[in-house]
């Protein structure tokens, strides 16, 4: 079924659709420690991901044929871990310019660190995980799912704005922008060097917004997202205090 993305497979090591799975990230883990096998940019993808995660372990399930799930093996990776840490928002932001350029018509921007929003809705959500020789960056991104099947109000999909995604073009233009911030990631001296930093605050939607962050403890964060931190932290002020978030639930207070 590789035959269905012939741009996208030219360009990666090695590409495996399967008709259907558990999930691509998990699928991908167990491959990691076969590195002749699965090289770098190697690509796991499915239309019926039946048991998907996303952030804070909850589940991320679609109808068979309505999204699209792919899972990148990622080996080249940056020997400093200040640029390790950029790796997820650089997926986010390869994403999120993959499906502007097929919604010119929309506002396609990033809810940090790697949520796609198309007019402030969730059309795509990402999940990077290290394993010991790699890191595995997982993209659920809606495609043909219908208004009806949207799980919540805050979802939207290419179908729910009357576009037949071209998914070659989707994951092709999404892999070569991942890829080519990974290459500068790690050739630069350091994160910002590389540019990756400034091409993230370009797509990103979050700064400048009142956000409410649920942190993995259980606590409450609500303040201005302010910035994003050398590391890729997000900054957020609440009661005169500037806190830097490395991981959490973002929700955007006010309309994007």
């Not at 012939?6 to 558990?22: I, Y």
């Not at 699209?68 to 390790?84: G, M, Q, Y």
């Not at 809810?111 to 402030?120: A, E, I, M, R």
């Not at 993209?139 to 919540?152: K, S």
Request: hydrophobic content about 50%.
């Amino acid at each position: 079924m590789s035959g269905d993305f012939p741009r996208s497979a030219a360009l990666t090591s090695r590409l495996e659709v399967v008709d259907a799975t558990g999930s691509t990230n998990a699928d991908l883990r167990a491959h990691a420690d076969d590195i002749d096998a699965w090289p770098h940019l190697s690509v796991l993808l499915t239309r019926d991901q039946t048991a998907g995660r996303g952030r804070l372990d909850r589940q991320w399930v679609a109808p068979a044929g309505s999204a699209l799930a792919v899972s990148v093996l990622l080996r080249d990776l940056p020997v400093e871990p200040t640029a390790r840490g950029w790796i997820p928002l650089a997926a986010g932001a390869a994403m999120t310019e993959a499906v502007a350029a097929q919604l010119p018509a929309a506002t396609v921007a990033l809810k940090w660190p790697n949520d796609v929003l198309v007019d402030g809705r969730k059309i795509c959500g990402i999940l990077a995980e290290a394993t010991a020789h790699a890191v595995i960056v997982g993209a659920g991104v809606n495609t043909a799912m219908t208004a009806t099947q949207l799980p919540v109000p805050t979802a939207t999909s290419f179908a729910a704005h009357g576009v037949v995604v071209d998914e070659d073009e989707l994951l092709h233009s999404y892999l070569s922008a991942l890829d080519g911030h990974l290459t500068a990631l790690a050739t630069a001296d350091d994160a910002t060097a590389s540019g990756v930093p400034a091409t993230v605050a370009a797509w990103c939607a979050t700064v400048g917004q009142t956000v409410r962050v649920s942190l993995p403890g259980g606590s409450l964060l609500e303040g201005m997202a302010v910035g994003i931190d050398p590391e890729g932290r997000l900054r957020v002020e609440a009661e005169g205090t500037v806190h830097a978030v490395s991981a959490g639930d973002v929700v955007h207070v006010r309309p994007v």
